[in-house]
């Protein structure tokens, strides 16, 4: 058995897989196998992936999959054979060749600790980008990653853990289109708990870059609101209305945020005034984010590295301005400003 299954899931990722083979073939004093699962590309990723692993001494198993991240990963897992879990984007990269073997040190000196095996760990993010001129916006998300709170942990950071916590807390959740990574990740933290491993994972911007940090990352609030809204409606609708636009263009948030409108209107008034007390409920919980932002703004102006300088006004917010807003009436007037708020974007 190998230490290790690194699973990917792909879908028409030709242009990343040499660099992803070659991310893996660098790391030292771990034994691993890769694991693609497919989920019907066109590009040749395939038969490109089958060229690679001649050239280059991990095993490769292949495993074809209906389109899906969850399902992709769910079929990958059923194949591998390591005894730990790395679940790993096509595009993201290790610079540090000792990555995996770190990770997998911290991961196991940490069971030992707690004396049992519900941890799970994730890399230290930093994304990849064309654009090389320090970026306030993809700092912020670069700190966000490092903490350990709900909503923070996502699949671009690389997912490492045995494989019994994951048979604990898995398999990936197939009920929604999109969000299987970050439905993974809270149903570990409820089971156990996140650590944040001693190794940097670099991931590709690419479409952050290509539909625009801020309303990419809009558009991901809203859609994770949902999710905990449980509104089933809006992931029936979302994956056709996301397939009318041009993939490669910038994303126009005034065109989902439109037709976000009109399903919420076709309710009925009770489940609508439920779904934005849900709104409500979502936005104050998250309200902390704004403080993170004021910190990290003042630290990126300063140059610290991500995770590495202090949050004063998160710090403040936990400890005070929480307990003021987490009653009814918080939720209700967090639910009225994200109205008014949908209202002046739309405008």
């Known amino acids: 058995m190998k230490e290790l299954s690194v699973v990917v899931p792909v879908l028409n990722e030709a242009a990343t897989l040499p660099e992803l083979f070659r991310t893996l ?12 699962c497919d989920g019907g590309s066109t590009d040749g990723t395939l038969e490109l992936a089958q060229q690679l692993a001649q050239e280059f001494p991990f095993p490769l198993r292949l495993v074809a999959a209906e389109p899906g991240r969850a399902r992709q990963l769910n079929a990958g897992a059923a194949v591998s054979r390591g005894a730990h879990l790395l679940f790993l984007h096509a595009d993201s990269l290790f610079p540090d ?27 230290a993010l930093r994304f990849r980008r064309r654009d090389s001129l320090p970026s306030p916006g993809y700092y912020h998300f670069e700190c966000k990653a490092r903490l350990d709170r709900p909503g923070c942990t996502h699949g671009d ?3 490492l853990l045995r494989r019994r916590f994951f048979a604990a807390v898995g398999p990936f959740d197939q009920t929604l289109p999109m969000l299987a990574e970050t439905r ?10 996140w650590l944040l491993l001693p190794a940097e994972i670099q991931s590709s911007a690419r479409r952050f870059e290509a539909e625009g940090l801020r309303e990419r990352q809009t558009l991901n609030a809203i859609i994770m609101n ?5 509104w089933h409606t809006f992931f029936r609708e979302l994956p056709r209305v996301y397939g009318s636009r041009e993939a490669a263009g910038p994303l126009d948030l005034r065109f989902f945020l439109r037709r976000t409108g009109e399903l919420m209107a076709a309710l ?3 489940e609508r005034l439920r779904l934005w007390y849900a709104t409500g409920r979502y936005v104050r919980d998250n309200a902390w984010q704004l403080a993170l932002a004021l910190d990290t703004r003042r630290n ?14 998160l710090r403040f917010y936990d400890r005070y301005l929480n307990r003021l807003t987490d009653h009814p009436p918080g939720r209700l007037a967090a639910a009225c400003l994200t109205w008014l708020w949908l209202r002046l974007t739309l405008l």
């Open 25 to 36: 073939a660098a790391q030292r004093e771990t034994g691993l196998e890769l694991v693609l």
């Open 157 to 159: 950071q690389g997912f």
């Open 268 to 270: 009925p008034p009770g």
């Open 97 to 123: 060749r000792l990555a995996l073997r770190k990770g997998l040190d911290a991961l196991s000196a940490a069971i030992a600790g707690r004396g049992h095996d519900r941890v799970a760990g994730r890399f």
């Open 226 to 230: 949902f999710a905990a809204a449980q």
């Open 184 to 193: 993974l990740a809270e149903a570990g933290r409820k089971r156990g708990e």
């Open 300 to 313: 990126f102006r300063r140059g610290a590295p991500p995770g590495a300088a202090d949050l004063p006004l």
